[in-house]
């Protein structure tokens, strides 16, 4: 069964780094496009960066790069996001997605492309 959780939120002041870790179970992680997305109290949910199947391709929302650095660990089958330089307005819960076609090649943002979701890991950043 494909089950995604996410872990590593907590609270971190500004200027602080946090780790967030995927865990994919029930597939091949290293076949399908992986996304992290994020969602503050009365917002959409936004897509923050994602990594092609492959490792092919990465791609990051302008108001995190630079900061956020996206990885795989596939012998862990295992999605990372590195946050480094939080801000306040970095606050919110993070999801990771997965698109459930494999092999697609491509790495976007659209959160609509997205198939499966985890249940969440809340990031604050306050001083």
């Known amino acids: 069964q494909l089950q995604l959780v996410e872990s590593g939120g907590g609270l971190v002041q500004p200027g602080g780094s946090l780790r967030l870790s995927c865990v994919v179970s029930g597939v091949t992680l290293d076949s399908y496009t992986i996304g992290w997305f994020r969602q503050a109290p009365g917002k959409e949910r936004e897509g923050v960066s994602c990594i092609s199947d492959r490792r092919t391709i990465t791609n990051y929302a302008n108001s995190v790069k630079g900061r956020f650095t996206i990885s795989r660990d596939n012998a862990k089958n295992t999605v990372i996001l590195q946050m480094n330089s939080l801000k306040p307005e970095d606050a919110a819960v993070y999801y990771c997605?997965?698109?459930?076609?494999?092999?697609?090649?491509?790495?976007?943002?659209?959160?609509?492309?997205?198939?499966?979701w985890g249940p969440g890991t809340q990031v604050t950043v306050a001083s």
């Open positions: 997605a997965l698109h459930s076609r494999p092999y697609s090649s491509f790495c976007t943002l659209a959160r609509g492309r997205y198939d499966f």
